[in-house]
């Protein structure tokens, strides 16, 4: 059963944007801390961005300046608003709730995954 339900991922070019949306009826996601992840082809599983249960937000280097997590309590959603997109941020993007990430990456509950492919 899938409870965290991602969307909003598809084929952009570079430089270009797109916002994914991360949204559950079996809780309240602003109870808990809320990570993005992600794994590239071939590659292994990176976290992206996350936001604590106070909702400030923690960005990857790699993205730092350019995606931005947030929620809208009101809509039990988190979004991951990605600008200035490079082929680099090919990969699936999971939303998950609950994670550990100092030591390889493992979480409570995942999503199905959504794809973003950043291609001319």
């Known amino acids: 059963q899938v409870h965290l339900v991602e969307s909003g991922g598809g084929l952009v070019p570079p430089g270009g944007s797109l916002r994914l949306s991360c949204t559950t009826s079996?809780?309240?996601?602003?109870?808990?801390?809320m990570y993005w992840i992600r794994q590239a082809p071939g590659k292994g599983l990176e976290w992206v961005a996350f936001?604590?249960?106070?909702?400030?937000?923690f960005h990857a280097d790699s993205v730092l300046g350019r995606f931005t997590v947030y929620r809208d309590l009101g809509a039990n959603t988190v979004y991951l608003q990605m600008h200035g997109l490079k082929p680099e941020d090919t990969a699936t993007y999971f939303c998950?709730?609950?994670?550990?990430?100092?030591?390889?990456?493992?979480?409570?509950?995942w999503g199905q995954g959504t794809q973003v492919t950043v291609s001319p």
């Open positions: 998950a709730k609950d994670c550990s990430v100092s030591q390889g990456i493992s979480c409570d509950m």
């Open positions: 079996a809780f309240t996601l602003g109870n808990y801390w």
């Open positions: 936001v604590n249960v106070g909702g400030t937000a």
